[in-house]
């Protein structure tokens, strides 16, 4: 398992923004926008898809070292 290493900061900095992206990409099919509002409140309103890339090219860096 190259890419899990939960020790490691670098993979839990790089899971948490990509889980938000993910959780707020998915408004639709949950609808708890109280929640998405704090997330983007938290992210400085970053769009979804950039956080879930930040998230991705993290984890990929961190299992390519």
């Known amino acids: ?4 290493k ?3 900061l670098t993979w839990w900095a790089s899971l948490i923004p ?3 992206g993910a959780f707020v990409a998915t408004l639709p099919l949950h609808g708890a926008a109280n929640l ?3 997330i ?10 950039v956080l879930i890339n930040a998230g991705l ?3 990929g ?3 390519a070292i």
């Open 18 to 20: 990509m889980l938000a």
């Open 6 to 8: 939960p020790k490691s």
């Open 40 to 49: 983007d409140h938290l992210t400085g309103g970053v769009e979804p898809i």
């Open 1 to 4: 398992m190259k890419y899990v």
């Open 61 to 63: 860096m961190r299992a």
């Open 57 to 59: 090219v993290g984890i």
């Open 36 to 38: 998405v509002a704090v």
